[in-house]
């Protein structure tokens, strides 16, 4: 039975975006997972009336044998008691720690520090009668580019995370960037200094329509504009760029346009540094 109760999950509807609210959960699936998750503050957040269980495991390992992927990977995320707007670098997967997602109308917030791993043997056993509802398909993306995320980031130089931090309090980067796939960042140096050299484009989101590519294009110009005017940052885009390898750079950029050796000189940028100093857990947890 082992070899198939990944692939029988999967047909009764147990894929990656998955949801269920932790009360329709029943009470045996916690008692069972205690072995698994080790720790009792996760279990007791299996049964929180304003928790919701995501599933992150993807298609091919949910199907896959329990002898190659015994378990199954959810996330906790949780709604605050009342309704208030999300963080917004919390959305479109721009932090690898903190992800809101918009879920009948509420918002619910995950955190990589809820991530558990329940053996498939445990689902099928306790949850074989429950029906899951499903994220969007853009928040399937988002979610998945979210758990890719956490493993590819990279950590910026304290100085500069410092001389930024002013503008992202004040709000640049809230709005006007729902079509952008990623944020790419090039630093020179990429070690701490006085004085950075920053190149900085969007991505256009794949699917996103040629009409929205303006208005990112306009919105990335601004923020280079803005990120020029702090002292100790030069951005060549606005000054005039003089390496005639970063010619081909602008704000924003649609997939064709990107070749693979330009992407490789730039970094994925996430704000995990602003969202761990910003207060953005307040009302989630301790509300």
Known sequence: M????????????????????????????????WP????????????????????LTQACDIA?????????EFVIARR?????????LNLDARSSRYLELEINGHWYKAEASKIIHIPKQIVFDECNNLQPAYLSDQDVEILARWRANRYMRIALPDAFNNKIKPLIDDGLFDGGLEHAGGLYLHLGP?????QYIVRLFALQRQGSSEETFSALFDKMESILSALNDVEGLTCPFIEGENN?????????????ELFIDLRDHFVRWNFDYISL???DSDGIDED
């Open 80 to 88: 605050p008691k009342k309704k208030k707007p999300p963080y917004p």
């Open 190 to 194: 990429f070690t701490e200094s006085e």
């Open 2 to 33: 082992n070899i198939c109760i990944g692939t029988r999950l999967y047909e009764k509807g147990w894929k990656q975006g998955a949801y269920i609210e932790c009360t329709d959960l029943p009470h045996t699936l916690r008692e069972a997972c």
């Open 244 to 256: 005639a390898f970063f010619e081909a750079v602008t704000p924003a950029m649609r997939r064709h």
């Open 64 to 72: 896959a044998s329990c002898d190659n992927e015994p378990t199954l």
């Open 277 to 279: 100093k910003g207060g």
């Open 36 to 55: 698994a998750i080790h720790s009792l503050d996760l279990v007791k957040e299996l049964g929180e009336t304003r928790n919701t269980l995501i599933l």
